[in-house]
């Protein structure tokens, strides 16, 4: 395992996207702020509690039960057991567990909302999260079970359970007890304080840690889908005046612009066009592309809101010393920034499947092979080329479009109508994932034809446009890993290099100063 030598600080400074990114790749490093302003605000917040405490003052969730059982009192040589119960009966979430990148995301997105110190716990607990990244013990989250607004209850019970040396947890691929993991560490589980178990549940790392790798996902769709329609342009002889400065100067996006302008600098008209207008998949393209290019700005200040909030309940503030009951576990914004992002999302994806059918369709390509087959003379007639793969294409579209119904409009009343309004904004955020899954399924599928075709329309002759330097270039590092397809060919291996290389962002496209 190698980390650079980068560090991400947690404390007050604010964190972005790419710091919960880089640590779900590990490629950075994680480490508490040690400043002497921040490690007494933390103090301060665990001191405040304590003093509360002995004053037997009313706290939610430390001197009563959870939720709408806030009306029992709990019994003062109970109250240290309490928290314990909390992370033990939400232990029932189901389903796939989280990968790595993503547990990690997990972990350092529940750090980044307990180290804005508000949340009343102490040094120790936020050192054993710490711990856990750095160590990179990763506890087995089970991916179903949140609605978002109670927080995610019960999939982050399973990681306060992992930091006490309870359930399990995976070690470089290794499935292992939490506590033979925490002794291998050298790390003693940990033993919670008063309102640390609601401090590590009731709020929305999940979601949000979601939301991150998602909005990085989606910003390299943004790109690749821009490349792959200059090269669906070229490789259908189709125009480039489409895209022309003053045309979209007229129509003032900015991100819908700046997919235009990228076209102009892929692709440039070299005359003899083969049809006045191109079909709207070409044509509209950065008016599709467009939209997710200038939602992502706006979709990164609500995310990195949500991973920069304290979003437990109650907070605790150590400057004020006031304890503040609200709801801040509620998911709202991700909820929002995930259904819209899917939407968006499924869209490039539609975008590119039309695409495909145009390309692959000897009524629409403008002269090239059926299917776009390479094959030529009488081993023509059994090779079939790109068809099977459009007809996956068409599957993958089919079944991205499928999840980008909303998941919050399925808001319900849960937990005795305490609960009787919740985002479900961790459904969102792991549609929204699948969504890009399929649509990276998609681009993957779409690298390989425009490879094919950027070939064979130089073979075919009546080229319309002309590649700038950074598309040319892009063409050669395809060629490096696809090869032309004259025999018909089993593409899998090929289609899960290329999901590989699309995941770790292998090519770098285009400036991303405005994102
Ligand atoms: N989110 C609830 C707390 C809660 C915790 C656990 C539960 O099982 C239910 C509710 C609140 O702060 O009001």
Redesign the pocket.
Known sequence: MTLSTRTVVFGPARLCIEDIVALSRRTAAARLDTDAAFTQRISAGAQYLDRLLEEEGQI??VTTG??DSCTVGIPMDLVSELPHH?YTY?GCGLGEYFNPPQTRAILAARLASLTRGYSGVSMGLLQQLTALITHDILPRVPAEGSVGA??D?TPLSYVVAAMCGERDVVVQDELMSAATALQAAGLEPLRLRPKEG?AMM?GTAVMTALACLAWDKARYVSDMATRITALAVATAAGNAYHFDEALFAAKPHPGQQRVAARLRADISDIGSEQRLQDRYSLRCAPHVIGVLEDALPFLRSTIENELNSAND?PLIDPQEMRLLHGGH?YGGHIAFAMDSLKNLVANVADLLDRQMALLVDARYNHGLPANLSGATGPRAAINHGLKALQISVSAWTAEALKLTMPASVFSRST?CH??DKVSMGTIAARDCLRVLQLTEQVLAAMLITVRQGVQLRAREGGATVQLGAGAAAFVRELEQDIAFIDEDVALEPLLRQLMRKIDGQAWSMYDQAHS
């Open positions: 939610y969730g959870y939720g909390l939400h109670s927080g209850l609601l009731n309940n576990f937990e305490n609960q």
